[in-house]
């Protein structure tokens, strides 16, 4: 459990953001980045307004919050070095596709 020191610092920096009106984005635990203005905010939830509407999301599920920069999120550029040159080649979309195999034994032996 969070103890009360860390909850109250937790509390302090989401109701300044609240209060400000500040966008901010919201990554969570599993990659998705949240844009919006926090309407509200309790123990185990943050209410995030946005152009599409009000999202609840859960404080387990997020990982960072920070002030919106309003730049993408390019997680690869990160690793990779954001101004590195590149080839023409890498420029080109990549579609990936799986296709399921038929098993060649349908069990007619």
Do not use: C, W
């Not at 309407?39 to 209410?47: G, I, K, P, R």
């Amino acid at each position: 459990m969070a103890t009360e020191p860390q909850q109250q610092s937790q509390s302090d920096v989401l109701n300044a953001a609240r209060k400000e009106r500040k966008r901010v984005a919201i990554f969570l635990v599993n990659g998705v980045r949240l844009v919006g203005h926090i309407e509200s905010f309790d123990q185990y939830l943050v209410m995030l307004s946005s152009a599409a509407g009000i999202q609840a999301v859960y404080k387990h599920s997020i990982s960072t919050i920070q002030e919106d920069t309003g730049k993408a999120f390019n997680a690869g550029a990160a690793r990779t070095g954001a101004g590195a040159p590149r080839d023409a080649d890498s420029r080109r979309p990549v579609a990936i596709s799986h296709k399921r195999r038929l098993p060649t034994n349908m069990g007619n032996e």
